[in-house]
């Protein structure tokens, strides 16, 4: 298989000096489960959550195939599924199953780095017996609220064939839902403020059921997937506002979600250094959407259902030009669907609303060439040429067709100079993925933001990116990396106003312009073994974010919507294995967003929140987990304001404020999980 051949490729160093290796292995570094064995992992997602300089990324949720990579490869290859998110897939692998781990830096003959400058590649041990588990949690509230979940999962081998199997069903809160909460309006004419008290209650219930099976077949293998999923969201919330006058007023909200997916994938070695890689997969997602109001006797209904698919069938050829080069061309092709009818009324009476219905497709192409060369002991060069194109069509409330094309290159270079230092730089033109969410119209009418219009005419914004990571390695598992990314963007989607066929002004996704954006991140891996302190571990990342684009509304330069201007956590563990305990707790900072229309602002914030937890292992294949999530309610609380303005933002016109906050309730998570074989 391939990752066999990038092996061979690549000399493999293992972490345990890495200050003493040579250069040439600095391309994958090699971690077995020696590395692991005090922390007693349970799955392969435990393994990497321990690995120095790596941080799980599990990819876009966009349509197409190539562009929604994450930076985890199972014995190579990308999992042949979407919905089924590459964290949940490693869960699947019981830490037994791994036979080691290798993190790839900057590139080599053999891996797709998906654009991406780090990639875990997770191999998996062959052959072995039935494995199954079974999970129970439950996740108290202090309020008196309880919500279930139950896990199970089997996989097993019947010669060279393999197997696996896994459902679950749970509930959660909305702990952006509470009672207790405070709402205030300011009013700009001075008029008395609107205070209230704020009773929400939300609860998502969902439960899936996976399976794949591979088996060889016509001299390679074939593996098919399959997923079914359902979600259920329900919240209420009743204001009471207490002055300047009584009264009370009533929303709802609920959302259903049926989604499913049927994938495969085949590979075959057509000799020894080329291999064929297909794809095909297809999901399908259906959604409907309520939203309801009820304020001083005047009743508002916003309905939405939406149907929407996606085919996709991708080809891949691999080849390796001896030990330091290797190439791989392919094309892939999409086909996306969307149907979506929309109704909104106020006290029975329709509503006009633009894009309410709408059915749109979307095929396109995609056809790439890439290649990896380490031309020295020092340097590693991967390079890619992407070109793709699409045709958009709409009908319904919005006739349109477009046709759109883009050619995607991409360099990136990783040179060590020392053993212990690696710089990587990477420059690429990338292309977003149109969310076809933008294209239908939305609405939460608890919320100040009412109804929301569809747009199906956007374009997907595009930006040159340039990035520059410097990883230093300390000392045993120890490592800093920090990384410094820009990127330049045409066609920024943002929000814009649009006029109904009666005049009313509905906000709307747009293309708003030109922006760039800039991000600095510090991410590090502090083990203290080697200092003393046996089991100790500290792990974090701090990312500092900038933005800038003109705003259509007010002519004036301001940073791009939703975007967090800074995040960081800290997550500090303590193994005890003489105990078969591990401590430890998560540290989340707040964050603070801002999204602009053009009649208001939105800032929602929420403070640093604190999680310890414990897990203890009486005995092999048996473990009991306790969390304590928002350890720091009812201080840690979610707040929105909206700055509300008469007409378009600018001018002299002060805005009304509305301001709600919502406390957390603490809470008591229990996880008790047994493995068999």
Same mark, same amino acid.
């Given at each position: 298989?391939l ?45 990497l ?24 490869l ?18 699947r ?30 191999i ?19 309020n ?14 019947l ?12 509930? =959660?809160? @909305?702990?952006?839902? /509470?009672?207790? &909460?405070? *709402?205030?309006?300011?009013? %700009?004419? !001075? +008029? ?9 209650? =939300?609860? @998502?219930?969902?439960? /899936?059921?996976? &399976?794949? *099976?591979?088996?060889?077949? %016509?001299? !390679? +293998? ?23 006058s ?23 070695d ?48 691999k ?27 106020v006290?029975?009476?329709a ?37 793709e ?32 230092t ?58 800093v990396?920090l ?33 760039r ?81 053009f ?7 929420l403070?640093?929140?604190v999680?310890?937890y ?31 303005f ?32």
């Amino acid at each position: 298989m391939l990752y066999v051949l990038a092996q061979a490729s690549v000399a493999v160093v293992s972490p345990a000096d890495p200050a003493s290796a040579p250069a040439a292995q600095a391309a994958v570094t090699s971690y077995p489960p020696a590395f692991f064995a005090a922390q007693n992992p349970g799955t392969a997602l435990d393994m990497l959550g321990r690995i120095p300089g790596f941080s799980l990324d599990n990819g876009s949720n966009v349509r197409g195939f190539e562009g929604a990579a994450g930076n985890a490869l199972i014995d190579g290859q990308r999992p042949s599924s979407k919905s089924d998110s590459i964290d949940q897939v490693l869960q699947r692998i019981p830490a037994g199953k791994v036979e080691r781990i290798d993190i790839i830096r900057g590139g080599a003959p053999g891996i797709d780095m998906q654009g991406k400058t780090v990639i875990a590649n997770v191999i998996v041990r062959k052959g072995g017996g039935a494995r199954a588990l079974l999970a129970v949690s439950n996740y108290t509230l202090s309020n008196g609220r309880e919500f279930a979940g139950l896990r199970g999962e089997a996989s097993g081998a019947l010669g060279d064939r393999t197997w696996e199997v896994a459902a679950r069903t749970g509930a =959660g809160p @909305d702990d952006g839902a /509470s009672r207790g &909460g405070r *709402g205030a309006v300011l009013y %700009a004419d !001075g +008029r008395p403020p609107k205070l209230s008290r704020l009773d929400s209650e =939300g609860q @998502d219930l969902n439960g /899936s059921i996976a &399976g794949a *099976g591979e088996t060889p077949l %016509a001299g !390679g +293998r074939l593996r098919l997937n399959g997923r079914v999923y359902r979600e259920k969201y329900k919240n209420a919330e009743t204001d009471t506002i207490l002055s300047p006058s009584l009264e009370v007023q009533r929303f709802g909200f609920s959302q259903k979600n049926t989604d499913t997916e049927l994938g495969g994938r085949f590979t075959r070695d057509l000799n020894a250094v080329t291999s064929l890689e297909t794809v095909a997969l297809r999901t399908t997602r259906r959604r409907d959407t309520e939203s309801l109001s009820n304020i001083a006797g005047s009743a508002s209904d916003f309905a939405n259902h939406r149907e929407s698919s996606e085919a996709i069938l991708r080809g891949v050829i691999k080849r390796r030009f001896g030990e330091r080069l290797s190439l791989e061309a392919g094309a892939e092709a999409a086909d996306n669907r969307l149907d979506s009818r929309t109704s909104f009324t106020v006290d029975g009476t329709a509503q006009s609303l633009p894009a309410a219905n709408v059915q749109v497709e979307e095929k396109r192409s995609e056809l790439f060439l890439k290649a990896t060369w380490r031309p020295g002991a020092q340097w590693t060069v991967d390079a890619a040429l992407r070109y793709e194109s699409s045709d958009i069509s709409s009908a319904g409330d919005v006739v349109l067709a477009k046709s759109l094309a883009f050619a995607k290159p991409r360099l990136t270079v990783s040179w060590t100079p020392v053993p212990a230092t690696q710089l990587r730089a990477r420059i690429e033109r990338e292309v977003g993925q149109l969310d076809f969410n933008d294209f239908v119209a939305s609405s939460n009418l608890t919320s100040s933001l009412g109804v929301t219009a569809g747009n199906p005419n956007l374009n997907p914004a595009q930006d040159w990116a340039g990035e520059v990571a410097v990883e230093q390695q300390l000392w045993k598992g120890a490592s800093v990396v920090l990384t410094a990314k820009h990127l330049q963007i045409t066609d920024v989607v943002d929000r814009g106003p649009v006029f109904a066929a009666d005049g009313t002004v509905f906000d709307r996704p747009a293309n708003i312009g030109d922006g760039r954006r800039e991000s600095l991140i510090l991410s590090y891996t502090l083990p203290f073994d080697p200092l003393g302190w046996k089991g100790a571990l500290l792990k974090g990342e701090i990312v500092r974010r900038w933005s800038e684009v003109r705003d259509p509304t007010t002519g004036q330069m301001r940073p791009i919507s939703f975007l967090h201007p800074s995040d960081w956590s800290v997550n500090f563990s303590q193994d005890l294995p003489a105990r078969n305990l591990n401590l430890g707790v998560d540290l989340y900072g707040g964050f603070s967003q801002r999204a602009y229309r053009f009649n208001s602002i939105e800032t929602l914030k929420l403070r640093t929140y604190v999680k310890p937890y414990a897990e203890w292992k009486p005995r092999p294949g048996l473990r009991l987990r306790v969390e304590l999530p928002l350890v720091t309610a009812p201080n840690t609380r979610l707040r929105d304001t909206f700055e509300v303005f008469p007409g378009p933002r600018g001018g002299s016109a002060r805005p009304d404020v509305s301001d709600r906050a919502f406390p957390f309730p603490r809470g008591v998570y229990f996880l008790l999980r047994k493995d068999f074989g």
